[in-house]
């Protein structure tokens, strides 16, 4: 085995007589007369990257090429020391590599060479969903049902823990993947044995999840990927990237009176999107960071995929050592990340002066009460305009009748229901669930809510799904959990769960109500993501709030009330209550948290993290190499990747006589075009269900059914919020087969066409792929026969998962955009240039031919940035490339 480390730039250190070796990054530096104090600490962090794995000398002096210019077009490798996935991306991930392992049995090889070379850590967090709530009884509930459910996924995952090297998995009913990540998993500094040495060095992660980001709080650098990525860097090859652009954001004053960690992330997600950082490293500096919170700044590192940037970092601190002991970490680790930091440069030192491609600007002490909604996690608005905002927006949102003042009376319920009125009031995500002074907040205001003699209205469906076990044993230890639990937000398990569309069964008469008179509903939730379709199909009006926002709306009812001016309540004595009477001081819950949270709750909770509850230690499964497939499974099936294993792909050729399957507008996400969220009973993936014996009751969700490809592809852009413009004034996965000039699902035409070998393009507009890293989105689309999706701009992960897939990202030239070529969907599409052989960012010629027979040549370039991309592209996808290197 060759050596781990360049011997060249080598130190070693000495912590209470224990040795570790590092790369010196001031050294390497020095050698190419590079300026290291004025790189951004996250370009320090990927310097000791490219020199601790021997990378050509070039890249070292890409980045003296970096600060010239702020920014760089050069290529460099990136390879994290970890993988963090959860069950949603992490099932099919599995799935992959236990295929990958019969390809290469198949070619004669030796299927064990498949196997992840880095630690890999899965937390199954994904799966739990809110079919109970409002009892003592909902988690127990919740908890048997998820395990009915995901047998087989679960079982699945036990024998991929048994049989894969460096593959850990975090069993149900632990927390949600980041938060685990950030309190227990994430090291700071991580070390790996080689001979007799210690190495030491930047913990670095990729994570099949696009929040993965949140540990850049914990000045952890690491970005969410596609799994189709994650399987890369798991078999050890490094990924490439650009060396980006990174935007500093400095950070002044504090924050006051009732603002909090949830009001200056949605302030600083407008703020970056505005400002357009797809692509981007942003870090957060200046004197701002002295009074923030680990856990605040976890709050707004956790959100860089809705603020666009590829990363939202803080540097090493004393802030960052301070929570390492409040989290129980090894006292010796403690000292090794102090020692290392200072060693390396990595330590935030005011003396540094960190030059940025462009900085922005932030006055904590300005931030005012927000949300954000209706359909984007950017649309910021100040809690005195939300019943304006939802005026506002209710024209794009409703299909009948827009009178606010109009209400429907519920069968057999003593209320009514109207446009705007809450229907889920959820305390869910690790955003805000990770944080003490936010979930404390929510926990006083729910005492002095119950004092009162206030409580929920009863069309509210009130959840708490805290992201770690860490969350309800400080809100029981100070006994905040029993006024939160008279408001119905008892604990429903510990998952991901509303924020991504576990949300559950409203109850059946106020769907119906709904439903019935075409209400826009609403709901609001302490997660990070509000998009169209994505918390509960039948609530149309989302807004992400902070947890006490929630608790507040909770017992509100509504949206159209001003709970800045208007009381929000009468108490039992007919008083007017006002959110004002409610809202908690920081000084109530500082002394709240120093009472009731400390060190001994971590290590207490997290002693046991991978041994499980007793439904999970009761799996039995029996060891082997490659996994026995269940053809009759609906869960778990082999995927057709490599039908053709032995006939290698290694040119290309000009696509011709393509059809247009779908023609998008801008801002389509991965929640659009991924399977997610509840599996509707109309849909072609419901109706191979049945086909398969599968009840509806039983269909679980998209995400559930990750590992069987048969179900996503039929799947694949069915969101029935997802408008495509080929059927105007129609909402659906739906198109039109210019083959039959019929209207019919997006699966069912594509089908059509790949049975006739006709090669397909998507069209869309700006900001296509925006959300979360689903693999799906580019594994279905790859699935479908789409050979190119030509799109006005891309978000970084999706166009990265389309290149991974095989499948050509293109954007238009020369400014043009979908609605200047006039298309229709009736147009065949050429695209040349393809021909033997391609190269990053290569201008392409799309031919356009109309139906009347006039055609147009329009000029259009490959969103393909890397060379290890481009082999990608030649292989079929990068599993492909995998398994043909073995």
């Not at 090429?65 to 390879?79: C, I, N, T």
């Not at 290569?842 to 060379?867: A, H, M, N, S, Y």
Request: hydrophobic fraction near 40%.
């Amino acid at each position: 085995m060759s050596s781990p480390y360049n011997p060249k730039y080598a130190i070693k250190i000495d912590i209470d007589g224990h040795t570790y070796v590092m790369c010196d990054i001031k050294k390497a530096a020095s050698d190419i007369g590079l300026e290291v104090n004025k790189l951004p600490y996250s370009l320090r962090v990927l310097l000791e990257n490219v020199i601790r794995t021997n990378q050509d000398p070039q890249s070292l002096l890409a980045f003296k090429e970096w600060l010239k210019q702020k920014k760089s077009d050069a290529e460099v490798a990136f390879m994290p020391a970890r993988v963090l996935m959860q069950d949603f991306t992490g099932v099919p991930a599995v799935v992959d590599l236990a295929a990958m392992r019969d390809a290469v049995k198949k070619l004669q090889k030796d299927p064990l060479t498949i196997n992840p070379l880095i630690p890999v850590d899965l937390v199954i967090d994904h799966s739990v969903q809110v079919d109970y709530s409002g009892s003592a009884e909902a988690f127990k509930k919740n908890v048997e049902l998820e395990m009915q459910r995901n047998l087989e996924r679960y079982e699945f995952l036990k024998w991929g823990q048994q049989t894969f090297n460096n593959f850990r998995v975090v069993p149900p009913g632990t927390g949600i993947c980041h938060q685990v990540n950030l309190e227990y998993l994430a090291q700071v500094v991580w070390t790996q044995k080689y001979n007799n040495e210690t190495l030491a060095y930047p913990d670095t992660v990729v994570g099949t999840d696009s929040h993965t980001t949140m540990v850049n709080g914990l000045s952890v650098l690491g970005w969410g990927v596609g799994g189709i990525e994650a399987e890369a860097a798991m078999l050890g090859r490094a990924l490439p990237m650009i060396l980006p652009e990174v935007v500093g954001v400095k950070l002044t004053g504090e924050l006051k009176g009732n603002s909090t960690a949830t009001d200056l992330v949605l302030t600083v997600t407008q703020m970056l999107r505005k400002k357009g950082v797809v692509g981007k490293f942003v870090e957060f500096f200046g004197p701002g960071l002295d009074a923030l919170s680990l856990a605040d700044r976890a709050t707004i590192a956790n959100m860089a995929p809705e603020y666009g940037a590829t990363c939202g970092f803080f540097p090493i601190d004393n802030e960052t050592i301070k929570y390492l002991h409040l989290t129980a970490r090894d006292p010796q680790q403690i000292k090794l990340v102090t020692e290392y930091a200072k060693t390396n440069l990595l330590w935030r030192d005011s003396n540094d002066a960190p030059e940025y491609t462009d900085v922005l600007a932030l006055d904590l002490s300005t931030l005012e009460t927000s949300l954000a909604g209706p359909k984007r996690p950017q649309d910021r608005v100040n809690l005195s305009n939300i019943t304006s905002n939802f005026k506002t927006e209710l024209p794009s949102l409703a299909k009948g009748d827009q009178d606010i003042t109009k209400k429907y009376p519920v069968a057999g319920k003593d209320f009514s229901l109207g446009h705007g009125d809450v229907v889920i009031a959820a305390i869910t995500s690790c955003t805000n669930t990770s944080n003490p002074s936010v979930m404390v907040a929510a926990g006083l205001l729910a005492k002095k809510a119950c004092n009162l003699g206030l409580l929920s209205k009863p069309w509210v469906k009130t959840s708490l799904a805290p992201g770690s076990q860490i969350v309800t044993e400080y809100l029981a230890a100070g006994g905040l959990d029993q006024y939160l639990n008279k408001l119905g937000f008892n604990l429903v398990g510990y998952g991901c769960t509303t924020c991504i569309g576990n949300s559950g069964p409203l109850a059946p008469e106020i769907d119906n109500t709904i439903s019935n008179n075409q209400l826009v509903a609403a709901s609001v939730l302490s997660g990070n993501r509000n998009f169209e379709g994505r918390v509960h199909a039948s609530v149309r009006a989302n807004y992400l709030a902070s947890p006490p926002l929630v608790v507040a709306y909770a017992i509100a009812g509504s949206i159209n009330l001003n709970l800045q001016t208007q009381a929000l309540a009468v108490d039992r004595n007919g008083h007017d209550v006002y959110l004002k009477d409610l809202w908690p001081t920081q000084q109530e819950i500082k002394e709240y948290i120093n009472q009731s949270l400390s060190s001994a709750i971590f290590k207490a909770k997290y002693s046991q993290v991978f041994t499980g509850d007793q439904y999970w230690q009761s799996l039995k499964i029996a060891k082997s190499s490659t996994y026995n497939w269940d053809k009759n499974s609906t869960y778990i099936n082999h995927p057709p990747y490599f039908e053709n294993i032995e006939k290698a792909m290694l040119s290309l050729s000009d696509i011709k006589s393509a059809r247009i399957l779908a023609i998008f507008g801008d801002s389509i996400t991965t929640d659009h075009i991924s399977p997610a969220g509840n599996i509707n009973k109309a849909s072609p993936a419901a109706k191979y269900l049945m086909n398969h014996g599968v009840m509806q009751a039983d269909f679980n969700s998209y995400g559930a059914r990750r590992g069987n490809h048969e179900v996503m592809m039929r799947g694949t852009f069915a969101n029935g919020r997802i408008k495509n413009e080929m059927c105007p004034g129609i909402e659906g996965g739906v198109t039109i087969n210019q083959l039959t000039q019929q209207q019919m699902s997006i699966y069912d035409a594509a089908m059509d066409y790949k049975l006739r070998s006709i090669p397909l393009v998507v069209i869309a507009g700006a900001e296509y792929g925006t959300g979360s890293s689903r693999d799906w989105a580019a594994k279905g689309t790859s699935l479908l026969g789409v050979k190119a999706v030509i799109a006005e701009s891309f978000e970084r992960i999706h166009r990265s998962n389309l290149a991974g897939m095989g499948v050509l990202p293109i954007v238009f030239a020369n400014g043009l955009t979908r609605k200047d070529c006039k298309l229709t969907g009736s147009e065949e599409i050429e695209i040349n240039g393809l021909k033997d052989s391609i190269e990053p960012y290569q201008r392409l010629q799309c031919v356009i031919k109309r139906q009347d027979g006039v055609q147009d040549t329009i000029e259009v370039i490959l969103q393909v940035f890397t060379d290890s991309e481009i082999e990608y592209i030649r292989q079929g996808s990068v599993m492909h490339t995998v398994v043909y290197t073995r």
